[in-house]
């Protein structure tokens, strides 16, 4: 158990629709990553946030859009989803100044019918 | 520009035998970190190992092992004794040493173990 958790385990909806992807990170880490896995492009990073603020976007579609809240636990939302973004979405938190490891949740798992 | 090759897709091996997951990679930081990641059948990608660019030794952890070449940009993973639990997907990453940056990705290495 790597401390990092997501909601929810699975989804399915429709094309057009919006969903919102749920983390919390580990206890006292103030970093969440996000990052999309899916056939064809294998493990994209999509974005981070550090104690509220993004710090760095990857490859993330503007249809998509992300926050950090005092609390620290985060949110991705996907609007308007389409075919192409059924994926597993991951979710990873780290320390502080920690220039190390990522510790992944066991992702949510978005089909797009 | 970082950027981390496992040209082996899928590996498959019997029980008991040796096998080596290969990763190269490419960056231009003189400092950065390196990782393997295990993404077995259930889908969460379980951590590893870290290695620092500036710690060239090699590391064993019970029936894994690995070497890292920084002469030929090289972080090959090895398990020794293969066992069935160890089939899954292998991910070699690279991070800079330079604030919080992501994780790069290589396409990941499948391994089957059979019995």
């Known amino acids: 158990d790597s401390g990092v958790t997501q909601t929810p385990k699975h989804l399915i909806t429709a094309t057009g629709q919006r969903v919102t992807l749920r983390c919390s990170p580990r206890s006292g880490d103030l970093s969440v990553y996000w990052y999309q896995q899916s056939l064809d492009q294998g493990l994209q990073f999509l974005i981070h946030y550090y104690n509220g603020e993004e710090r760095a976007k990857g490859n993330i579609l503007e249809r998509f859009s992300a926050q950090q809240f005092p609390d620290l636990h985060s949110e991705l939302n996907l609007s308007s989803l389409e075919l192409g973004d059924s994926a597993l979405y991951f979710c990873a938190s780290s320390a502080w100044g920690d220039t190390g490891e990522l510790f992944f949740g066991e992702g949510s798992r978005l089909t797009v019918l | 520009a970082q950027k981390v090759t496992q040209a082996q897709t899928e590996i498959s091996v019997v029980e008991k035998e040796d096998v080596t997951l290969d990763c190269v990679y490419e960056?231009?930081?003189?400092?950065?970190?390196l990782f393997w990641y295990k993404q077995p059948p259930s889908g969460e990608l379980v951590f590893l190992i870290r290695r620092n660019s500036f710690d060239e030794q090699n590391e064993i952890s019970g029936r894994y092992s690995w070497n890292f070449q920084k002469s030929t940009s090289s972080f090959n993973f090895t398990i020794t004794a293969s066992q069935v639990v160890d089939s899954a997907v292998y991910f070699c990453?690279?991070?800079?040493?330079?604030?919080?940056?992501?994780?790069?990705f290589g396409t990941g290495t499948r391994l089957l173990v059979s019995p």
């Open positions: 960056t231009r930081d003189t400092t950065y970190y």
């Open positions: 990453a690279l991070r800079p040493n330079t604030g919080f940056q992501k994780l790069v």
